[in-house]
C-alpha cells in the first residue's frame, strides 16, 4: 500500500513539472509564431525588464488590436511570461 502512495508522488511530481515546463516553452513559441509575424522579437526584448504588468497587458492588447492572433489565454500567458522572470523568454532574447 505505502509502496503505491509512493510511485503515486513521483508520478505527480513528474507531470507537475513537465507541466511548468510546457508553459514556459508556450511562450517562447508563441512570441515567434504570433509576435514576429509583423515585427522581429528584439522589438520585444527590448523592453523586457522595463514594462510593469499593466503595461505589458496594455502593449499585448495594442497588438492584438494590430491583428495579432492571440486568444484570452494566450494573451493572459504572455503577460504573465513577459512581465515575471521567464528563462524560456530570457533563452529566446539571448539576455
Ligand atoms: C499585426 C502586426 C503585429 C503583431 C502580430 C504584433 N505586433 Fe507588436 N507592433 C506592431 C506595430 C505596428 C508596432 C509599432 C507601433 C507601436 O509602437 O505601437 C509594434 C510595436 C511593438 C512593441 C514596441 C512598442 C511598445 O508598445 O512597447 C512591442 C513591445 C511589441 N510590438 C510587442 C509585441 C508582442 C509581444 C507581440 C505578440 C503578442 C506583437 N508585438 C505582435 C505590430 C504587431
Not at 504570433?34 to 497587458?57: A, P
Not at 494573451?75 to 504573465?80: A, E, F, G, K, S
Request: aromatic share 8%.
Amino acid at each position: 500500500m505505502l509502496g503505491g502512495r509512493i510511485i503515486f508522488f513521483f508520478v505527480g511530481l513528474f507531470v507537475f513539472s513537465s507541466a511548468n515546463a510546457g508553459a514556459d516553452e508556450e511562450c517562447a513559441k508563441l512570441i515567434t509564431t504570433r509576435c514576429e509575424v509583423c515585427h522581429y522579437k528584439t522589438r520585444i526584448c527590448e523592453s523586457l525588464g522595463k514594462k510593469s504588468k499593466s503595461v505589458w497587458k496594455r502593449t499585448v492588447g495594442n497588438m492584438v488590436s494590430y491583428g495579432a492572433q492571440l486568444n484570452k489565454d494566450e494573451q493572459q500567458q504572455l503577460v504573465d511570461c513577459l512581465s515575471g522572470p521567464s528563462t524560456d523568454i530570457t533563452d529566446l532574447c539571448g539576455k
